[in-house]
């Protein structure tokens, strides 16, 4: 069973750039399908992006993010990154990293495992 640590959110101006962290133990990270989800305030969490396991390491992201965030995963390192760039208020939410083995999508309801969520604030 694999545990899920995120880190590198915090407070950053409209059009700055954060790079989010997600340490993984516990398991054989190369075998899982990885996800970024959002939450904002008073909404339901939602996709943000994922990226298959072993080999060709494709991606896919929800529109709102796309050509602004990119994710990413060194297998070595057992950690998971999502670069994001052009930030924008409505990027203000609790961002989590999540885990699953076998689906590469964005439905977060087939993800069994998640962290416990890192904060990202955008001033205007």
């Known amino acids: 069973q694999v545990q899920l640590v995120e880190s590198g959110g915090g407070l950053v101006q409209a059009g700055g750039s954060l790079r989010l962290s997600c340490a993984a133990s516990?398991?054989?990270?190369?075998?899982?399908?990885m996800g970024w989800f959002r939450q904002a305030p008073g909404k339901e969490r939602e996709f943000v992006a994922c990226?298959?396991?072993?080999?060709?390491?494709?991606?896919d992201y929800a529109d709102s993010v796309k050509g602004r965030f990119t994710i990413s995963r060194d297998n070595a390192k057992n950690t998971l990154y999502l670069q994001m760039n052009s930030l924008k208020p409505e990027d203000t939410a609790v961002y989590y990293c999540a885990a699953n083995q076998r689906y590469w999508g964005p439905d977060k309801r087939l993800y069994n495992y998640w962290g416990q969520g890192t904060q990202v604030t955008v001033s205007s």
């Open positions: 990226i298959t396991r072993w080999g060709g390491y494709s991606t």
């Open positions: 516990g398991g054989t990270f190369g075998n899982y399908v």
